[in-house]
Nanobody, 128 residues
Framework: QVQLVQSGGGLVQPGGSLRLSCVAS??????????IGWFRQAPGKDREAVSC????????DYADFVKGRFTIHRDNAENTVFLQMNSLKPEDTAVYYC???????????????????WGQGTQVTVSS
């Protein structure tokens, strides 16, 4: 059974940075065999995809609203995926979730819906 355990997050001022971590366990294969990413849910809003790193080739993908500010990367030896968040804005305030699998529909380009394994969530608050 896949388990995703998150750490990081907290309160930061606008323009600041935070890093989220997610350690995966219970995997059948090494982490680079899976697409894994981050989602977020703000109060009163639907959960939305933020970023995803593909299996094998480690191709990264980002939602438009975080492009150029957030970076996803993974450490296969530690079975850990990270989300480095820079230039944070108040609208980035949300509960962030690590999840797998992730990716986009190859025809529509939309982030696809599927059954996922989820981390426990971590609060990120951007406020002065």
């Amino acid at each position: 059974q896949v388990q995703l355990v998150q750490s990081g997050g907290g309160l930061v001022q606008p323009g600041g940075s935070l890093r989220l971590s997610c350690v995966a366990s219970g995997l059948t294969l090494e982490l680079d065999h899976y697409a894994i990413g981050w989602f977020r849910q703000a109060p009163g809003k639907d959960r939305e995809a933020v970023s995803c790193i593909s299996s094998q080739d480690a191709i990264t993908d980002y939602a438009d609203f975080v492009k150029g500010r957030f970076t996803i990367h993974r450490d296969n030896a530690e079975n850990t995926v990270f989300l480095q968040m820079n230039s944070l804005k108040p609208e980035d305030t949300a509960v962030y979730y690590c999840a797998m699998p992730c990716g986009r529909d190859t025809v529509t380009g939309a982030w696809y819906h599927t059954k996922r394994s989820w981390g426990q969530g971590t609060q990120v608050t951007v406020s002065s």
